[in-house]
């Protein structure tokens, strides 16, 4: 097929490759376009942007598709469809259109459950037991187009955010791949009235962990919040990030350090500290940071 892609992070970047793979044409690359990063503060391409350009395609970066001159330049590009993951811009009704075949979404939720922004970081902060990719037929709502094609997975009981997006990343490019191949026989099933929740934005002011919550809720914050932006304590006056734990046994104090291998008392239970990163460190494994940050057991977080 004639494919238009749109996407722009790094979990974007496999179903690009996997779409490729498959032999699809790809008429044009749609993408964020590049901002400042890094000490230099110099504009970065996003992910989506470098692999297209490694592998040759017109790449195009609008901060918006409202205007007739944008809608016009991708309607003349005549594909058959359009695979949208993770791109980041509304798209108006004309550009839904544009393709022969409509758009398709990959989106990382077993929808309804968890439309908008941020679906993997709160089905792991919620204790969702699984999750998925959903093939959407796109239309003008949030999320709220039919589905062509479903996919679940487990979560597991120490998965970050991190570690579930790199396994829904590659899922979504296995199954937009079928869902091309045989699109025909995919009829659009709308979706359930029931069961909607929005994944809003993460905010970082949710990040700071609160000991007094139960062990379950730590747990699912640090898990969820892995790697971006990272749940955070202090030491000292010292922030430190938490990037993975797990369920423990244990009590005491909230915020209390029982043992040496940082299992740390919450509201109810306790939850053991796998990785953490201080302020303008890189992120360490429990038994190199407490090298470098000794924490003794009865100190406070």
Not at 16 to 29: M, N, P, Q, R, S
Not at 105 to 125: D, E, K, Q, T, V
Not at 227 to 253: H, M, N, T
Request: charged share 25%; glycine share 10%; net charge neutral.
């Amino acid at each position: 097929m004639r494919v238009i892609f749109m996407g722009t992070p790094e979990f974007s970047v496999p179903v690009l490759d996997a779409l490729v793979d498959a032999g699809h044409e790809i008429a044009a690359v749609y993408c964020q376009p590049p901002r400042p990063a890094g000490r230099g503060k110099k504009d970065r391409p996003t992910p989506v942007h470098a692999r297209a350009l490694e592998l040759g395609f017109d790449v195009r970066h609008p901060v918006s598709l409202k205007s007739v001159e944008e809608q016009e330049s991708l309607a003349v590009l005549n594909a058959d469809i359009a695979v949208v993951v993770a791109y980041g811009l509304l798209l108006p009704q004309a550009v839904l259109d544009a393709p022969a075949q409509g758009c398709l979404n990959i989106h990382a939720s077993l929808l309804p459950r968890w439309r908008g922004a941020a679906p993997i970081h709160r089905a792991i902060m919620s204790g969702d037991a699984e999750t998925g990719i959903c093939i959407m037929q796109m239309e003008a709502g949030l999320d709220t187009g039919p589905v062509r094609l479903r996919g679940t997975t487990p979560i597991g009981a120490e998965e970050t955010t991190a570690q579930l997006h790199d396994r829904l990343s590659e899922m979504g490019a296995r199954m937009i791949v079928d869902a091309l191949a045989r699109l025909s026989g995919l009829p659009p099933v709308a979706q359930s009235e029931e069961g909607v929740t929005y994944a809003k934005k993460i905010d970082k002011s949710e990040a700071r962990i609160d000991w007094t919550r139960p062990a379950v809720e730590v747990d699912r914050l640090i898990r969820g919040l892995s790697p971006f932006p990272g749940a955070w304590c202090e030491y000292d006056g010292q922030r430190i990030k938490v990037l993975a734990s797990r369920l423990a046994e244990g009590q005491g104090a909230p915020g209390e350090v029982l043992d040496q291998n940082l299992t740390l008392a919450c509201g109810t239970g306790a939850v053991e500290l796998k990785r953490l990163q201080r302020a303008g460190k890189g992120a360490q494994d429990r038994s190199d940071f407490l090298r470098g940050c000794p924490l003794a057991t009865g100190s406070h977080l």
